[in-house]
């Protein structure tokens, strides 16, 4: 059964850099039927994907995010990351890692989800 | 971008159906998921690609997509089936997914 566990730090300053990792166990991240994936979502709110990679390193964006993201795949260890930029009090979130299927098309769904982390932004 | 649109709640009495909306433009012409999230935990998907359910979901969840209008339908409520309930797209137009605000299903 594949899992996945996010971690990382849980307490971010203003304007520092937010840094988590998701480790797949009980499967590989290398599978070319699936994309890798972070989803956030604000305390009381909806879900915000952020953008997901390919283990081939091919990685997709949120345009709104773009330029303070980066998601990095680490086949070696079978994990991959995620940087946020410049951080402020709205980026606080849980963070999802989620595994990305599709079964025709670009219609992609997200068929295993980590626990979550929250990140909490504050000085 | 696209917009999905659901109804913040919906109650319904144990043993009775619930049906949760997801509205969109023509919404029938693209796939839509769904997620069960329960409190402190999550999100589970329940229903793939309008109607599929996958390997463990019990065949009480059922979901169906016409016109601007998707919905998940959970036959013989549980108690159990308290929750938040999210739709989910893929808009090609952004090249991005999309998910619903999400709907609280109470369980009177």
């Known amino acids: 059964q594949l899992q996945l566990q996010e971690s990382g730090s849980g307490l971010v300053k203003p304007s520092q850099t937010l840094s988590l990792t998701c480790t797949v166990s009980?499967?590989?991240?290398?599978?070319?039927?699936?994309?890798w994936s972070w989803i956030r979502q604000p305390p009381g709110k909806g879900l915000e994907w952020m953008g997901y990679?390919?283990?081939?390193?091919?990685?997709y964006y949120r345009p709104s995010l773009k330029n303070r993201v980066t998601i990095l795949v680490d086949r070696s260890n079978n994990q991959f990351s995620l940087k946020v930029t410049s951080v402020t009090a709205a980026d606080t979130a849980i963070y999802y890692c989620?595994?990305?299927?599709?079964?025709?098309?670009?219609?992609?769904?997200?068929?295993?989800w980590g626990r979550g982390t929250l990140v909490t932004v504050s000085s | 971008s696209y917009v999905l649109t659901q109804p913040p709640s919906v109650s319904v009495a144990p043993g009775q159906t619930a049906r949760i909306t997801c509205g969109g433009n023509?919404?029938?012409?693209?796939?839509v998921h769904w997620y069960q999230q329960k409190p402190g935990q999550a999100p589970v998907l329940v229903v793939y690609?309008?109607?599929a359910r996958p390997s463990g979901i019990p065949e009480r969840f059922s979901g169906s997509n016409s016109g601007n209008t998707a919905a998940l339908t959970i036959s013989r409520v549980e108690a159990g089936d308290e929750a938040d309930y999210c739709c989910?797209?893929?808009?090609?137009?952004?090249?991005?997914?999309?998910f619903g605000g999400g709907t609280k299903l109470t369980v009177l």
């Open positions: 989620a595994r990305s299927k599709r079964d025709h098309g670009d219609d992609w769904y997200f068929d295993l």
């Open positions: 989910q797209l893929w808009d090609t137009t952004t090249g991005h997914p999309v």
């Open positions: 023509n919404i029938g012409s693209k796939s």
């Open positions: 009980g499967g590989s991240i290398s599978s070319g039927a699936h994309s």
């Open positions: 990679i390919y283990h081939t390193g091919i990685t």
């Open positions: 690609n309008d109607d």
